[in-house]
């Protein structure tokens, strides 16, 4: 009914331009309500009026049908503003429709503002092809008659309600046709005193209460008639255009990435718009054309029985008048395209500026005045075409009514003659009037139907155009994988070429070869624009490469289902896209089956996302919007919803680049756990060292080739590309540890043969490999083992003579602990935090927290410091190989520091080897330990293996 009302809404407005018209016209105006210019309300006589004197102008409408004809077949199906207002009430948001807010006085009763309406619409059409409609990125061919009959296929399954509905329409359609004749012959009846016979007056040999009561009762079927027909083409439109909308949808949603990137804007439209007025030309539209098209033959022949030579006056008076108003209409239009483009620049401008990251930029850089100024401009020279608009609006509304009113005159001063000479009587001319009227209306109508339905052609084109479309890579191509393909999951690359379809001749990668095994964590680094995100939207099968092959578990990809591909990958990219729902369905989104509640919340766990999930008002059932998270949490959510699908492979793209250093702290401390665990083949595109280095391997991607591969340690050389890469955050990660390099340093000139630590790459790997290690997958991590040596008599290695400040290997704690060379009795906030991050832990933000953070850990320092002073140490090596020793003051020291440890922890993970003095924490063990007892887990320092034996 909403869009019955809209319909009805459109077809009439208040007749403003009859204000101050003769008062023939508005006796004339009464008995022409309800004129064909609002068909639908032509069944009653209490529609609104309608300004006869413009209906004469009508019967030339019909002239103009045929160029209107030409003109839509060429149009452009983007429509025009009332028609986007008809197909939606909330298409007033689209900000790029070509069309303004009409200005003219409403009057759209009449023909002559149909033909104002037909101008206009043809110039929001012209608008939209001069650029400023909503743009669509494919071209559409005219309408052809197959089309035609392809859109009217739509109504197909609402067959039955609309030949029910147009069946209705067609009842109504001929009671309010009847209308005109039965006034003439009422008023007949009343102006003559006797029948012809001179007998009593009849009306078609019945009394005036029976017709009267007959004319009731037709008039109450008519009624009935609209109301049900309106009703069948309602319903039918609405779900006509339901159905379309799903059909839409459901394929648009199936194709590939690179359609959907730059078809986006255009498929929104079809979605809104074009099914809108599919649904509408094919339901009212039709209606409205069978209607006319019934009302101008019934007029016309009636016309021509009642007098002839009065219809052949009419035609004869209104062609010149026409043309004048085609070629003043013509001067209109052009000043219409004029202001529809105007009012395009400024909804872009408007748009453009006052979206939610311009408008941040705008009020960051005070430029509001600037805005203000620019915008003005935009709506200055919209107001003065319009003033222009405005002004020759009036004069032709003014010259049309002139004309109409000119005709009526010349129509009554001629009929009333032919009434005088008793050729034909007053009834027969008010039916004469009456069905001018209609005549007029049935034209405009019929020409309006005929752009209507040239529309929905042009609509329906572009909607079975996304309708028909075919994706690149088809989702039901392909075949499912086997469990030995799955369980393998080995991702190869083999001489890879790809080339985006919309840059053809660009390459981005030219003969890429990579392996990665499963459980694997692979880095992939290069500069920017190297074609890193490319890999991964290959592997995904966004797209296809257009050389060489990529495998997955030994199938060539382009074998296997993509959704089946897909489900064994989860992918994170830079800037994740939450949607409108609650956390929940924004972790489980992607997952079939549905998750339990309890997978959320472990992915979320796993993700590091369920502190802040917990602190949200309703927790996992918070709604949240697309930006209402903080980067660093989105990122999580994202990082939980990928590994809520419990993905074989996970892809991280910059994961962490958009974050602050605590979020990305977070965010890296969740993937390190995952690589730890070692089940999920980790494949992550970073820039970031903090995030490169959790990887086991690093893969350096340049000019489209794979240049460099190996650990962290193996590519962190001088000359190597990665060195060249990430050089500069290497250097700005060592001026953090620069005070531990000095004091190394200086240890090493005391001890000449020293290890090669101290030597730049050395000191690179003391810092950069502890925190790899963190990051190692569990069987690697048990095996290392950490331990602490005690004073005893030892040999000095021969191959490296130490001091137990320097590892013999790198470290990831003591190296550290070192850095605090003041012999203050504490560490400083920053230390700590430095520390904090190297073992994965998370530092307190609370400034009591830090504070008995560092009261606590006084005495861990306190033992370093021992250790650091203790001025001549014995070294020795055992079997296994060279360990440092600390003197018995150390030991002591450690004994004291260790009994104040938790109780457990020194059960559990403190060994104690009383004879050698060696305390010996396994690496994972240390990590558990860490979490309750950071003094165990800052003291150890690695050994190159006697734990072993130990163990
Ligand atoms: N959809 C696309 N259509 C056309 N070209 C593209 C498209 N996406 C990326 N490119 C181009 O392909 C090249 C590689 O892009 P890619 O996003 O893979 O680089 P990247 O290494 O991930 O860059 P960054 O580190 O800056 O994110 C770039 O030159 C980019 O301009």
Redesign the pocket.
């Known amino acids: 009914m909403m869009q019955l009302h809209r319909s009805l809404a459109r077809k009439w407005t208040p007749p403003s331009a009859c204000r101050g018209c003769i008062a023939v016209e508005a006796e004339l105006t009464d008995v022409g309500r309800a004129a064909g210019g609002n068909s639908s309300n032509t069944s009653s006589l209490f529609s609104p009026p309608k300004p006869l004197y413009s209906e004469p102008m009508s019967l030339f409408a019909g002239q103009r049908i045929l160029a209107r004809w030409n003109s839509s077949k060429a149009a452009d199906p983007i429509p025009s503003k009332s028609d986007a207002a008809k197909a939606s009430p909330d298409s007033k948001s689209q900000p790029d429709s070509p069309v303004k807010p009409s200005t003219a006085p409403a009057s759209s009763s009449g023909i002559f503002a149909k033909v104002r309406d037909a101008l206009l619409k043809s110039a929001s059409k012209a608008a939209s092809r001069n650029g400023t409609g909503s743009g669509s990125e494919e071209t559409v061919a005219p309408p052809t008659y197959p089309d035609m009959k392809r859109l009217f296929s739509l109504a197909g399954p609402e067959r039955k309600t609309l030949v029910f509905g147009l069946c209705l329409l067609l009842v109504s359609a001929s009671i309010s046709l009847l209308v005109p004749f039965a006034i003439g012959k009422v008023i007949d009846f009343f102006t003559s005193s006797q029948d012809e016979k001179g007998g009593e007056k009849t009306i078609f040999g019945l009394g005036f209460k029976s017709v009267a009561a007959l004319m009731v009762f037709v008039f109450a079927t008519g009624a009935a008639a609209r109301a049900g027909s309106s009703i069948m083409l309602n319903l039918a439109g609405v779900r006509i255009v339901q159905a379309i909308r799903q059909r839409c949808f459901g394929n648009a949603v199936k194709q590939e990435v ?1 359609w959907a ?1 730059k078809s986006h804007g255009d498929v929104i439209s079809r979605l809104s718009v074009d099914t809108s007025i599919v649904g509408d030309a094919v339901t009212y539209e039709l209606g409205d054309g069978l209607r006319a098209g019934l009302t101008v033959l019934f007029s016309g022949t009636t016309m021509f029985l009642i007098s002839p030579a009065l219809t052949l006056l009419m035609m004869a008076v209104v062609p010149p008048a026409a043309i004048g108003a085609v070629f003043y209409g013509r001067y209109l239009r052009d000043l219409t395209n004029k202001v529809q483009e105007a009012v395009g620049q400024m909804t872009r401008t408007a748009e453009e500026r006052l979206n939610s990251q311009a408008f941040r930029t705008v009020t960051a850089f005070n430029a509001q005045r600037s805005e203000q100024r620019r915008f003005d401009e935009k709506v200055n020279s919209i107001a003065k075409l319009e003033t222009k608009e405005t002004y020759a609006t009036g004069f032709f509304y003014a010259g049309t009514g002139f004309v109409g009113n000119c005709s009526i005159l010349v129509l009554l001063t001629y009929g009333g003659t032919l009434v005088s000479r008793g050729v034909i009587t007053v009834g027969d001319l008010t039916s004469l009037l009456m069905y001018t009227a209609y005549l007029g209306g049935g034209l405009a109508n019929l020409t309006s139907f005929f752009a209507s339905l040239m529309k929905g052609v042009g609509a329906g084109a572009r909607v079975f155009q996304l309708v028909d479309r075919e994706s690149e890579i088809k989702l039901d191509q392909g075949r499912d994988l086997t469990e030995a393909e799955k369980r393998s999951a080995r991702i190869e690359f083999k001489n890879v070429h790809f080339e ?1 379809p ?2 053809p001749g ?1 390459k ?1 990668l030219d003969g890429v070869d990579l392996t990665i095994e499963r459980g694997e964590s692979v880095a992939l680094v ?10 991964h ?1 290959l592997l995904l099968r966004y797209y296809d490469p257009t050389h060489g092959s990529i495998t997955y578990g030994g199938a060539p990809i382009t074998d296997i289902l993509p959704a089946a591909l897909r489900d064994q990958l989860a992918v994170v990219t ?1 800037d994740p896209i939450l949607f409108a729902g609650t956390v929940f369905d924004n972790i489980a989104y992607g997952s079939d089956p549905t998750p339990s509640r309890q997978q959320v919340e472990e992915a979320a766990k796993m993700a590091n996302c369920w502190e802040f999930i917990e602190q949200l008002p309703k927790g996992l059932d918070t709604e949240i919007g697309a930006r209402q998270l903080s980067g660093g949490q989105r990122q999580r959510v994202a990082i939980a919803r990928a590994l809520c699908r419990r993905p074989k492979v996970l892809l991280l ?2 994961a962490t680049s958009a974050l602050d250093a605590a979020s990305e702290h977070l965010v890296n401390q969740s993937i390190s756990e995952i690589i730890r665990k070692g089940d999920i083949t980790v494949w992550i ?1 970073a ?1 970031r060292l903090s995030t490169i280095r959790s990887a086991q391997r690093i893969v350096v ?1 340049k000019g489209g080739k794979i240049v460099e591969s190996g650990s962290f340690e193996a590519l962190d050389k001088p000359g190597s590309a990665f060195r060249q890469l990430i050089g500069s955050q290497i250097e700005r990660d060592d001026e953090g540890a620069s005070e531990v390099v000095e004091d190394v340093e200086q240890q090493q000139r005391e001890i000449p043969s020293s290890v090669s630590a101290a030597s730049p790459s050395g000191r690179r790997s003391l810092h950069t490999s502890a925190r790899q290690r963190q990051s190692n997958s569990g069987e690697k991590a048990r095996d290392e083992q950490l331990h602490f040596v005690s004073s005893g008599p030892a040999s000095i290695s021969s191959s490296s003579c130490r001091h137990p400040a320097i590892p013999s290997k790198p470290t990831w704690s003591v190296t550290s602990l070192l850095s605090s060379a003041s012999e203050d009795e504490g560490f400083t906030t920053a230390q700590l935090a430095h520390l904090h991050k190297l073992c994965a832990l998370e530092m307190p933000t609370d400034p009591e927290e830090v504070q008995k953070l560092k009261d606590e850990m006084r005495e861990t320092k306190r033992l370093i410091d021992v250790v650091r002073r203790t001025p001549k140490l014995d070294l020795r090596e055992d079997e296994e190989g060279t360990v440092g020793l600390v003197d018995g003051r150390v030991r002591d020291e450690m004994r004291h520091e260790y009994e104040e440890m938790d109780q457990e922890v020194e059960r559990q993970e403190v060994k104690i080897d009383e004879e050698e003095g060696t305390r010996i924490l396994s690496t994972d063990e240390a990590l558990k330990g860490a979490k309750r007892t950071r003094r165990g887990f800052f003291v150890v320092e690695k050994g190159a293996g006697g734990a072993k034996e130990e163990e």
């Open positions: 690179e990137d985006y919309s840059r660009v981005v290069g500069g920017s624009g190297v074609g890193k995100s490319s890999v939207s830079q793209d910059e595109v820039h991607l």
